[in-house]
């Protein structure tokens, strides 16, 4: 072996670890700047995806906001204030949609107020309508007899009925009051009758044509004096 | 103070003649309901008659139908009689012609008021009373044991009818009301 050779297999030798460390170095160094890289645009892209989210909010709250508004939409007023309460808790910061959100929010508070009213006035109707149901119906089995009476097929059926709503009343010669017409706010009259003369009236002609319009009792819940109307 | 009594006078004297004049005007509405119950009493009279009348229809229930029909009448008030046999018209009493309606020497008769309308619409008179009349034909059939008919006529009849104002006191308040008053019913023709 002569010197040269010598000296190279020893620069060889010095050189090899030495290449492998660079190696390794720049290895690590490659990575870990493929890896900053890969982070950077993963970044980027979700900044992205959050950002069309956003303008899509946006313009879907626009959009059912407006509907809303102009009452193009076919959205119950429950579902109208779901939706008003789901676009709101989004927190868009957009000027526009804020201005919107306070217009739906006055429109639907006048809504909701308006269906409320509706709602208390239908239940009023209701109530009303049971009372006079109610009302009208408390004088039904009276009304029952008089009609009883009136269709009764012989004089002999029409006597039990008249003896069973006798009953009824405090006395025979009970006024009987019929009002034949109501103008002004007061009561026209036929000739004030009594109860006796006024069931006999109904064997006779066989028509009840009146209803009862008020009736006044005595302590013992007879009736003390009954007022018709002309249906 | 004379002046002052004066002054009181005239107020109400205006305020009563207000008044009457307000009782005088009725409503269209009012005036028909009067018509109505004018006409209503007719009906009832007619459906009186024809119980009166029926045979089958027992003695003291025909006396009681009398004296409600009777209710219907002013005092004095007469009913007219005709037949086909006769050309001359008798007047009854009313009370009279019901207690011979109901002795009629028929085993079954029928009476039916039928084209019960107006002929002269109530007009007020200057007492108040509204006065009109109202035309009826009545349809008369008598029948034998057999069944047999034996007399049929039929009579247009005209009834004057008067309807006053009038109050009662009931319960301890004033009731105001339309009185309908039936009078004379008077034979017009009698025909087959």
New interface residues.
Partial sequence: MNQSNLYKMMTKQKLLPAIKQFTLVLMIALVSLGGATGCKSKKKLAQEQAAAEYSSKVEMAKKDLNSMLDGTDSWSLAEKEQRFKTIKSWNLEDTEVQALLDKVEDKLARERADAERKTEEERLRKEEESRLKTEANKYDPLENYFRAIAASPDQETANEKIAGAMQLFATPDVPVLIIISQAGGFNDYDRPTTISKYLDYLKDQKVYNNRIQQVKYDANKRITELELIKK | MRKISTILAVVFSLIMGYSVQAQDDI?P??K???D??ALEKVR?LS??VS?IGNKST?WS?AN??ID?AEELFMAGAEMGVSSLASPEVKYYNVRQYFERLMRLNYDRVEIEWFKIEYVSDLQRQPDGTYVGVITIFQKFSAYDKEGGLVYEDTTKKDITVYVKR?E?Q??GRI??????LLGDIRVKETSK
Avoid: C, M, Q
């Fill in positions: 409503s509405e009012r028909l309901a009067i109505s119950l009832d459906k009186y119980i027992p229930e009681r139908v409600r009038k009662t009931i319960g009731i105001g009301f339309w009185d309908v």
